[in-house]
């Protein structure tokens, strides 16, 4: 079985900085794409960045491109979401998740939807003041 856990969620105020970190455990982490989703008081859980098993693709939704940056360390079996100039609206808890399939390739709308994640964490709130 898969754990996610994610860290470094806080309050921050805009217009700062904060970096979300999540640790998988087993040994087949470099095999897998990831993603970051998140999840707003009485919203749908949303689409916020994946990286593909390779590292070589990275996906923003709209609201956070230019602002975050998704990467991962494959010998530390982490990944990361640096989050910059965050706005109130990116308030929300956040979780990371993994890829149902073993290096597979996607076209770049695949990576959006929940249900194609196996694994979830179980969140960091990040609350972001102005």
């Known amino acids: 079985q898969v754990q996610l856990e994610e860290s470094g969620g806080g309050a921050v105020q805009a217009g700062g900085s904060l970096r979300l970190s999540c640790v998988a455990s087993?040994?087949?982490?470099?095999?897998?794409?990831m993603g970051w989703f998140r999840q707003a008081p009485g919203k749908e859980r949303e689409f916020v960045s994946a990286i593909s098993w390779s590292g070589k693709g990275t996906y923003y939704a709209g609201s956070v491109k230019g602002r975050f940056d998704i990467s991962r360390d494959n010998a530390k079996n982490t990944i990361y979401l640096q989050m910059n100039s965050p706005t109130p609206e990116d308030t929300a808890v956040y979780y990371c998740?993994?890829?149902?399939?073993?290096?597979?390739?996607?076209?770049?709308?695949?990576?959006?939807?929940?249900?194609?994640?196996?694994?979830w964490g179980q969140g960091t709130q990040v609350t972001v003041s102005s």
């Open positions: 087993g040994r087949t982490f470099s095999d897998y794409a």
């Open positions: 998740a993994r890829d149902k399939g073993r290096r597979s390739y996607y076209i770049d709308s695949y990576y959006l939807s929940p249900h194609n994640y196996a694994y």
